[in-house]
């Protein structure tokens, strides 16, 4: 299937139609104190896979979110989705988060609506345009998208009579005892497309009449069939794109099939993933062709990767820029950075937030670097603590130096000129500036500035005495 292009705000393909998304539920069966919709797939929320298919077919004016349970927390996540927010106090079940919605949607003054549950982040634009399509198409006033699974159980099963005919959506708790209902394996996907002028009254004739004690948005196809209004079931046969998560076991299953997808699509765009059954790259990073990556690795949050770097295995970076021509090797962690041309990171270096290494920089193994500049050519193989300082071009900092940027209440600045030179183990007490061109004797505590083009030694000169014998020593 051919992806659907969304350019600007004119493109959308669906004027007349606005979007309902179903997130008010707590998602009892994850066991998480957080809501279902903000469970992380890739470490990116649930929700924003389905924000992000949902945008490709709607304006987003006319994109609404029912929440609920922590509606605070989704709040804080998606501030910007915020005006389109329609709250559900109490979770009453899908078909009263539908009725608490009637009035927001009929707003946007659309003649249709599309509805579908917060949990299913697999789900891509082109079954949503089918299946608004089709119910057009058949002059239905609702229609849902069906699925066909081996294993049905926790879904709706599609009751049709002898001649193919829908006639309800079962759920599983209502069916519970009945085998050949049990067995049916077409099931409700959770999506539907509402003629919303049309439904209206059947809405408000949803009951709390089952083994849940809960209104069902499923029941609105028993009403409509029994007045003899036309309901469409699309078959979506069995695109596992539609599947709903429900449990852990169900998070990570959807998980894995999104990671597999994103790894397909950075190698058709001519990035090399070695290992890549282990390489998990979050759907909002961005990588240049030409770039080299082995797996176990992790690429997160808004990262950016350019042209010709290379990251090796065991690497996690999240919210970085790296590149062009950087190589980041095994075991480096990376938080928050920028790492700039053909900068050498690691074996075994923790980036920071706010860590910048300029052209041709290095932070080698057990190095920690936080809230720092180190400028073009800097270089802090071994070893060392770098934290709120700026480190000028080519400053060579010595195995097991430490900026001591915090004296127990403040952070204070350290600042190096270019070209100078830390001898190994130094201790640069902050707030400190050594000048350019300058060299600190290994070992010493540095606690007053170093004017430039200087050499400072802070320790005790080396006294060499006449060794006096114990009776111990005498022994051996
Ligand atoms: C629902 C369908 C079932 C379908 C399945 C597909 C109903 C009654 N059943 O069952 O036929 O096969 O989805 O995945 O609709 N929600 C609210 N407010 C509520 C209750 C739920 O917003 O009061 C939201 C939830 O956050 C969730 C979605 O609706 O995103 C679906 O709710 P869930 O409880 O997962 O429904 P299922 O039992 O899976
Ligand atoms: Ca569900």
Not at 222 to 238: E, H, P, Q
Not at 406 to 423: A, P
Request: include cysteine; glycine fraction near 8%; charged fraction near 25%.
């Amino acid at each position: 299937m051919s992806e659907i292009q969304r350019n600007d705000r004119e493109s959308v393909p669906f004027q007349d139609v606005c979007g309902l998304i179903l997130a008010a539920g707590k998602g009892t069966r994850m066991q998480s104190d957080s809501p279902k919709v903000l469970q992380t797939l890739l470490e990116t929320p649930m929700l924003w896979y389905v924000y992000r298919t949902m945008d490709r077919l709607f304006e987003s004016e006319k994109i609404n979110t029912v929440v609920g349970y922590k509606q605070e927390l989704v709040h804080d996540l998606f501030q910007d989705r915020a005006a389109g927010f329609i709250v559900q106090n109490e979770q009453l079940g899908t078909g009263h988060a539908l009725q608490c919605s009637l009035e927001a949607l009929s707003r946007h003054a659309s003649p249709w609506c599309l509805v579908v549950n917060g949990d299913v982040p697999l789900i891509k634009p082109e079954p949503l345009a089918s299946l608004i399509l089709e119910t057009r198409r058949q002059q239905a006033l609702l229609g849902f998208l069906t699925l066909e699974l081996d294993q049905p159980s926790g879904y709706g099963r599609v009751h049709r009579d002898k001649e193919g005919r829908v006639l309800s959506i079962l759920e599983e708790k209502d069916i519970a005892g009945n085998d050949q209902l049990m067995m049916i394996q077409e099931v409700n996907s959770g999506i539907y497309c509402l003629n919303l002028a049309g439904i209206e009254p059947y809405v408000k004739k949803l009951t709390n009449n089952n083994q849940q004690a809960e209104y069902y948005i499923t029941q609105l196809v028993d009403l409509l069939v029994r007045d003899r209004k036309n309901v469409a079931a699309v078959k979506g046969g069995a695109d596992q794109h539609f599947l709903g998560v429900n449990s852990p076991r169900e998070l990570v299953q959807s998980e894995e099939i999104i990671r597999q997808e994103l790894v397909e699509h950075w190698l058709d765009r001519g990035v090399v993933v070695h290992n890549p059954d282990q390489v998990r790259i979050a759907p909002t990073v961005v990588i240049d062709p030409g770039v080299e990556i082995t797996g176990p690795l992790e690429l997160h949050g808004q990262s950016y990767v350019q042209r010709g770097t290379r990251l090796d295995s065991h690497v996690w970076i999240k919210d970085s820029r790296l590149g062009p021509g950087a190589w980041v090797r095994n075991f480096s962690h990376l938080e928050g950075v920028r790492v700039g041309q053909n900068c050498r990171v690691g074996p075994f270096a923790r980036l920071r937030p706010g860590a910048e290494l300029k052209a041709e920089a290095r932070a080698g193994n057990f190095v920690e670097i936080k809230k720092a500049v180190l400028d073009k050519g800097c270089k802090v193989n071994h070893l060392s603590y770098i934290g709120d300082a700026y480190l000028g071009e080519e400053v060579n900092v010595g195995a097991g130096t430490i900026t001591c940027n915090y004296d127990g209440r403040n952070k204070h600045l350290t600042h190096v000129g270019k070209q100078s030179f830390i001898g190994s183990n130094t201790a640069l007490v902050a707030p400190v500036k050594v000048g350019e061109n300058s060299l600190i004797g290994a070992g010493s505590v540095v606690t007053r500035d170093v004017p430039e083009e200087t050499l400072a030694v802070t320790r005790a000169r080396q006294k060499h005495l006449v060794r006096k014998k114990t009776r111990e020593d005498g022994k051996d």
